[in-house]
Each structure stands twice: as C-alpha cells, then as structure tokens.
Antibody, heavy 119, light 111 residues
Framework: EVQLVESGGGLIQPGGSLRLSCAASGFTVSNYYMSWVRQAPGKGLEWVSVIYSGGSTYYADSVKGRFTVSRDNSKNTVYLQMNSLRAEETAVYYC?????????????WGQGTLVTVSS | QSVLTQPPSVSAAPGQKVTISCSGSSSNIGNNYVSWYQQLPGTAPKLLIYDNNKRPSGIPDRFSGSKSGTSATLGITGLQTGDEADYYCGTWDSSLSAAYVFGTGTKVTVL
C-alpha cells in the first residue's frame, strides 16, 4: 500500500526557516516526480514545487529562491526546505505523487502538515 | 490568483447531474492534460480524473472528464450526498513561469 507521511510543520516566526519531510512507503520516490502543494486556511490549492525522477526541480514564482525541494533515495523521503517564511504562507502543506501517468497529476497525497507563520 | 477559472458553486438534487467547467488558455489547458480532484472537508484532495478523461482505479463511472480547446469539464451523474465537496481542476502551465496550476475551486452542494 502506498503511503505518504509528512512531518516537520509547526509554529515559526516570520523570516524563519522550516524543513518539511515526506516519507514514502509502498513505492520508490526516485522513480516518480514528487510535488509539494499547500492550502491556506479556507483557501484553494496552490502548487509549490516538484522534483523529477532525474533530479530536476521547479518552483512556483512565489517561492523561488526561498524554498528548496530535495530527495534522499536511501530514506525514500522528499524534503522541502523553506526559508524567509512569510505570514501569508501559513497553510497545510501536502506532498503528492503521480504514479498512473507520465503527465501531471497527483494520485497519492499525504495527510498534510500545518505550517503557521506568526509572531 | 489562479489562471484556471471555475464557477464558485454548483448544486443539484440527489440523483441529478452537475457539470463543472474549468477555463484556461493555450499555455495550460490548451496544450496539456487536465486532472480533477475532489476534496472533502478536512481531508486531502483525491484524484478523480487524469489525462483529461481517465479514471483511476476505484473511481466510479459517475465521474467523467472532457476537454475542448482551452476548457475542460467535470461531470457528475447520479449525485449523492457524499459528493458534497470542493472540486478542483489542474494542469501544467507551459508559460515562462512553468508551473502546475489549480483551478479556483467549485463547491458542489447536494440539495
């Protein structure tokens, strides 16, 4: 059974840093592209970043230069390093993957981890 | 601000049909596959449709997807109370700021 489990969320002051983790089981993260998606309270979904199986990465304009996605194949885990956090980035952060097609989709999602940016 | 526009809400009685539109442009829907997601309150989104019109295993055929030009549509037939949720379309946007984009979201209410 495929499972994604995020961790690392919490309360952080504006300007601070946080690293989220997404531990996968039931499949190998290095074989698929892995994304981070966030959802602010009461708002819609917002894509944040992706890391491809080959290691290439892409980011939403809003986080470029501040967020970094990476992967540890030995731990079958994907990370999101978030620096210079802003209050408006308070959200539930999900990791998600697509295994059913080579085009973009998200068929597996974690339960999400809440990041609260506040002083 | 999302580049994919959906109606804020749609509603229908149980057993009826609803359709949800998703309007984009040539840089996103017009040249890429569309997916649809259902999000029940307090839960992670769930994939309903991928590659415009394909259903993952376990998704009933009451859910269907289509695409024409720069717009896509999700259809739900035989509406059930359990279908009351938020629905989002999504696709890759191949513009200069390459990114995955989600629609604005549609709340489905079962009357």
């Amino acid at each position: 059974e495929v499972q994604l489990v995020e961790s690392g969320g919490g309360l952080i002051q504006p300007g601070g840093s946080l690293r989220l983790s997404c531990a996968a089981s039931g499949f190998t993260v290095s074989n698929y592209y892995m994304s981070w998606v966030r959802q602010a309270p009461g708002k819609g979904l917002e894509w944040v970043s992706v890391i491809y199986s080959g290691g290439s990465t892409y980011y939403a304009d809003s986080v470029k230069g501040r967020f970094t996605v990476s992967r540890d194949n030995s731990k079958n885990t994907v990370y999101l390093q978030m620096n210079s956090l802003r209050a408006e980035e308070t959200a539930v952060y999900y990791c998600a993957s697509c295994t059913v097609t080579t085009s973009y989709c998200f068929d597996y999602w974690g339960q999400g981890t809440l990041v609260t940016v506040s002083s | 601000q999302s580049v994919l526009t959906q109606p804020p809400s749609v509603s229908a009685a149980p057993g009826q049909k609803v359709t949800i539109s998703c309007s984009g442009s040539s840089s996103n829907i017009g040249n890429n596959y569309v997916s649809w997601y259902q999000q029940l309150p307090g839960t992670a989104p769930k994939l309903l449709i991928y590659d415009n019109n394909k259903r993952p295993s376990g998704i009933p055929d009451r859910f269907s997807g289509s695409k024409s030009g720069t717009s896509a549509t999700l259809g739900i037939t035989g509406l059930q109370t359990g279908d009351e949720a938020d629905y989002y379309c999504g696709t890759w946007d191949s513009s200069l700021s390459a990114a995955y984009v989600f629609g604005t979201g549609t709340k489905v209410t079962v009357l």
